[in-house]
């Protein structure tokens, strides 16, 4: 079990952690580690321009255990990157490659949360003027689907949970 993220309705932050009762909510964990990959902020490679020196990234990358955990492959997405990015097909594919490359540890991993998950696919289209949506679909062992929707804003990067589909 994993503490469970709870999503405001007002869509001005991110999620923050569910609380009923005064308790923290656990939940399977499924949906937070979608979240978590695909819109924390992966560290640039260096081969890759960015906009000034910030090449941004988790801080916990740099913990040995943390990288081990993910088969040595740093949290997070490259998301970020596209923010000055035109609404092109070739943008939309990008981001597309950023969402698969950030999920890709999830069916040969044993972390709790997605240990249960033998394939998992996207879908990303544009779904207003300098907006993306993304569609998560996640297999799992036992047969059954899970899929979750998104959106991100390209220019401010904000990220809204649609809900599961």
Do not use: C, N
């Amino acid at each position: 079990m994993d503490l469970m993220f709870a999503f405001p309705a007002d869509d001005t932050q991110g999620p923050d952690l569910a609380v009923r009762g005064g308790d923290l909510v656990l939940g399977d964990g499924l949906l937070e580690a979608i979240w978590l990959s695909i819109f924390t902020d992966r560290r640039a490679p260096e081969t890759l321009a960015v906009d000034g020196d910030d090449r941004r990234g988790w801080w916990g990358d740099a913990l040995e255990a943390a990288a081990e955990d993910r088969d040595g492959r740093p949290l997070g997405s490259l998301w970020w990157t596209l923010a000055r990015e035109k609404e092109t097909e070739e943008t939309r594919l990008r981001a597309k490659d950023i969402v698969d490359a950030a999920l890709a540890w999830m069916p040969a991993s044993r972390e709790t949360a997605v240990r249960d998950v033998t394939a998992v696919t996207s879908r990303v289209w544009w779904a207003r003027r300098g907006l993306l949506a993304v569609q998560i679909t996640v297999t799992l062992k036992a047969g059954g689907v899970r899929a979750f929707a998104f959106e991100r804003g390209l220019a401010d990067g904000r990220a809204r949970y649609l809900g599961t589909i």
